[in-house]
C-alpha cells in the first residue's frame, strides 16, 4: 500500500500527524510526506518520504487580525491550496499512491484526490464537525463583496473548474469530511463526541518519540516543575513573564518557559534563578515531569496534557483556544482559564497554588489522564486506515 500525506504547514498539525505516519511506516506502508523544509528531519524520522512544498502565508490587505480576521481565514487555507498544489500533484503521479491522507484544512489533499480519483482520508487535529457541533457554523456572516470573501469565492471556483473538487464554500472547507476520517481527539475531549458514525475514528493523544528534539534532563531535587508555552502564534507577550517572574521568584519550585522566535531573554528584565527560558522546548519530554503547565490551550497542547497528566491552566487567546480551555476544565485536566485580556498576576498566583497544591484537583487530573491512555495510540489510528483501505479496495471489486 502507498500513500501520500498533506498536512497544513504549521507545527501544531505537522507534529500530531507524525506519530500515526510512523506507524502506518511500521505497519509496511509506503508514505510520502508533503511539507515545507523546515520539517524535513521530523519527517523522515518516522521512516516517510519527504518532499518539500512551499511555505505559503496569505500576504494580502485583505486578510488581517482583529474583526476582519474570520472573514479572511477561507482565503488564507485557499492560497495555501494554490501555493503548494503545483508542487504535489507532479510528485503524486510519479509516486502514484492508493491513498491520500490529509488534514482537514490542506486543500490541496482535496483538490489532489479529486483530480487524480483516489480515496480521501481526513485528520482531524482539531473539532470534527458534525449536526450537532461546528466551529463555523455561528461565525459572523460577510458578504460576498467583502475583499476576502470575494477573493476567496473566485479562486475558489478556479479549484472546481481545474480539480474537479466540489465548490469549496466556506462550510464545505470546514464541515466538509473525507471517504474516512480519524480525530486526534478522543471522542470524550470532542464536543457532541457520542454524534459521530463509523466514518470517524477518534485516535485520541498522539505521541511517539521526535527525531531530532533537544536533549532535556529533569531537575533531581524533587521539586515542582512549572512548563509554560503559550504556542507558536501569539507568544510575543512580554507581561505574562513581569507578571510570572515575581510570584516564582518566591517559591521553591523550578520553572520552564518556551519563549518561541518572536520574544528573547534580554527583553525580559531580572530572570529569577529558579527560571530557565528555551527558545523552543522538548514538551513531550517535559510534561511527564510537569507539575503544572501553563498553555494556550492548542488542541495539541491539550491532549499532550492529558495523555501525561500535566494539570493545567489556560490562557487562551482565540476562540477555538477558549472552546479547548472549557473542554480542559470539563474533564478535569484545567483547573483554571482565563482569557488573555482579563488576565492578572494575582489570578495566575492563585491558579499555580491550585494547580500545585489542591489535591483533588490533581486526582482528577490524573484519572483524565488514565480515561486519555485507554483509549489513545497512534498504532490503532495507523490500523483504522489500513482496514478502511482494505474496505475500499473490496468495495472497488
Given at each position: 500500500?502507498?500513500?501520500?500525506?498533506?498536512?497544513v504547514?504549521?507545527?501544531?498539525?505537522?507534529?500530531?500527524?507524525l506519530?500515526?505516519?510512523?506507524?502506518l511506516?511500521?505497519?509496511?506502508?509506503?508514505?510520502?510526506?508533503?511539507a515545507?523544509?523546515?520539517?524535513?528531519?521530523?519527517?523522515e524520522?518516522?521512516?516517510?518520504?519527504?518532499?518539500?512544498?512551499p511555505?505559503?502565508?496569505?500576504?494580502?490587505?485583505s486578510?488581517?487580525?482583529?474583526e476582519?480576521?474570520?472573514a479572511?481565514?477561507?482565503?488564507?487555507?485557499?492560497?495555501e491550496?494554490?501555493g503548494?498544489?503545483g508542487s504535489?500533484?507532479?510528485?503524486?503521479?510519479?509516486?502514484?499512491?492508493d491513498?491520500?491522507i490529509?488534514?482537514?484544512?490542506a486543500l490541496?489533499?482535496?483538490?489532489?484526490?479529486?483530480?487524480?480519483g483516489?480515496?480521501?482520508?481526513?485528520?482531524?487535529t482539531?473539532?470534527?464537525?458534525?449536526?450537532?457541533?461546528?466551529?463555523?457554523?455561528?461565525?459572523?456572516?460577510?458578504?460576498d463583496?467583502?475583499?476576502?470573501?470575494?477573493?476567496?469565492?473566485?479562486?475558489?471556483?478556479?479549484?472546481?473548474?481545474?480539480y474537479g473538487?466540489?465548490?469549496?464554500?466556506?462550510?464545505?472547507?470546514?464541515?466538509?469530511?473525507?471517504d474516512?476520517?480519524?480525530?486526534?481527539?478522543?471522542?470524550?475531549?470532542?464536543?457532541?463526541?457520542?454524534?459521530?458514525?463509523e466514518?470517524f475514528?477518534?485516535?485520541?493523544?498522539?505521541?511517539?518519540?521526535?527525531?531530532?528534539?533537544?536533549?532535556?534532563?529533569?531537575?533531581?531535587?524533587?521539586?515542582?516543575?512549572?512548563y509554560?508555552?503559550?504556542?507558536?502564534?501569539?507568544?510575543?507577550?512580554?507581561?505574562?513573564?513581569?507578571?510570572?517572574?515575581?510570584?516564582?521568584?518566591?517559591?521553591?519550585?523550578h520553572?520552564?518557559?518556551?519563549?518561541?522566535?518572536?520574544?528573547?531573554?534580554?527583553?525580559?528584565g531580572?530572570?529569577?534563578?529558579?527560571v530557565?527560558?528555551?527558545?523552543?522546548?522538548?514538551?513531550?519530554?517535559?510534561l511527564?515531569?510537569?507539575?503544572?503547565f501553563?498553555?494556550?490551550?492548542?488542541?495539541?497542547?491539550?491532549?499532550?496534557?492529558?495523555?501525561?497528566g500535566?494539570p493545567?491552566?489556560?490562557?487562551?487567546?482565540m476562540?477555538?483556544?477558549?472552546l479547548t480551555a472549557?473542554?480542559?476544565?470539563?474533564?478535569g485536566?484545567?483547573?483554571?482559564?482565563?482569557?488573555?485580556?482579563?488576565?492578572t498576576?494575582?489570578?495566575?498566583?492563585?491558579?499555580?497554588?491550585?494547580?500545585?497544591?489542591?489535591?483533588p484537583f490533581r486526582a482528577?487530573?490524573?484519572e483524565?489522564?488514565?480515561?486519555?491512555?485507554?483509549?489513545?495510540?497512534?498504532?490503532?489510528?495507523a490500523?483504522?486506515?489500513?482496514?478502511?483501505m482494505?474496505?475500499?479496495?473490496?468495495k472497488?471489486?
Amino acid at each position: 500500500m502507498k500513500a501520500a500525506y498533506i498536512p497544513v504547514g504549521a507545527t501544531g498539525h505537522v507534529l500530531a500527524s507524525l506519530p500515526m505516519v510512523g506507524a502506518l511506516v511500521q505497519k509496511g506502508v509506503s508514505i510520502i510526506y508533503f511539507a515545507p523544509e523546515r520539517y524535513r528531519a521530523l519527517v523522515e524520522g518516522t521512516g516517510a518520504a519527504f518532499s518539500p512544498i512551499p511555505a505559503v502565508a496569505a500576504k494580502d490587505d485583505s486578510v488581517s487580525g482583529g474583526e476582519d480576521f474570520l472573514a479572511g481565514l477561507p482565503l488564507v487555507f485557499l492560497r495555501e491550496a494554490e501555493g503548494v498544489i503545483g508542487s504535489v500533484l507532479p510528485a503524486l503521479e510519479a509516486f502514484r499512491p492508493d491513498l491520500i491522507i490529509a488534514d482537514e484544512l490542506a486543500l490541496a489533499g482535496r483538490l489532489a484526490a479529486s483530480h487524480l480519483g483516489l480515496p480521501l482520508c481526513m485528520i482531524f487535529t482539531s473539532y470534527a464537525p458534525s449536526e450537532r457541533f461546528s466551529i463555523c457554523r455561528f461565525w459572523p456572516e460577510y458578504p460576498d463583496t467583502h475583499p476576502a470573501r470575494a477573493k476567496a469565492k473566485a479562486l475558489a471556483k478556479a479549484f472546481t473548474k481545474a480539480y474537479g473538487v466540489p465548490m469549496l464554500t466556506l462550510t464545505e472547507m470546514f464541515e466538509g469530511a473525507g471517504d474516512f476520517n480519524i480525530s486526534t481527539l478522543t471522542r470524550e475531549f470532542q464536543p457532541a463526541g457520542e454524534s459521530f458514525g463509523e466514518n470517524f475514528f477518534f485516535a485520541g493523544a498522539q505521541i511517539a518519540p521526535r527525531a531530532g528534539s533537544a536533549a532535556w534532563t529533569p531537575p533531581e531535587d524533587g521539586k515542582p516543575l512549572v512548563y509554560s508555552s503559550l504556542g507558536s502564534l501569539f507568544n510575543n507577550w512580554p507581561e505574562f513573564y513581569e507578571a510570572l517572574f515575581p510570584i516564582v521568584r518566591e517559591m521553591d519550585i523550578h520553572v520552564v518557559c518556551a519563549l518561541g522566535r518572536a520574544l528573547t531573554p534580554d527583553r525580559l528584565g531580572d530572570i529569577p534563578p529558579n527560571v530557565t527560558l528555551l527558545p523552543f522546548a522538548p514538551q513531550l519530554d517535559i510534561l511527564p515531569h510537569t507539575d503544572c503547565f501553563i498553555t494556550h490551550a492548542g488542541t495539541g497542547s491539550a491532549m499532550e496534557a492529558l495523555y501525561f497528566g500535566a494539570p493545567s491552566i489556560c490562557l487562551p487567546q482565540m476562540e477555538e483556544q477558549q472552546l479547548t480551555a472549557e473542554r480542559m476544565m470539563t474533564v478535569g485536566i484545567a483547573c483554571a482559564s482565563v482569557h488573555r485580556s482579563a488576565f492578572t498576576g494575582e489570578w495566575l498566583r492563585q491558579a499555580l497554588l491550585t494547580a500545585l497544591y489542591d489535591r483533588p484537583f490533581r486526582a482528577r487530573a490524573k484519572e483524565a489522564s488514565r480515561r486519555t491512555r485507554a483509549v489513545s495510540s497512534c498504532r490503532r489510528a495507523a490500523d483504522a486506515i489500513v482496514d478502511f483501505m482494505n474496505r475500499w479496495n473490496k468495495k472497488q471489486g
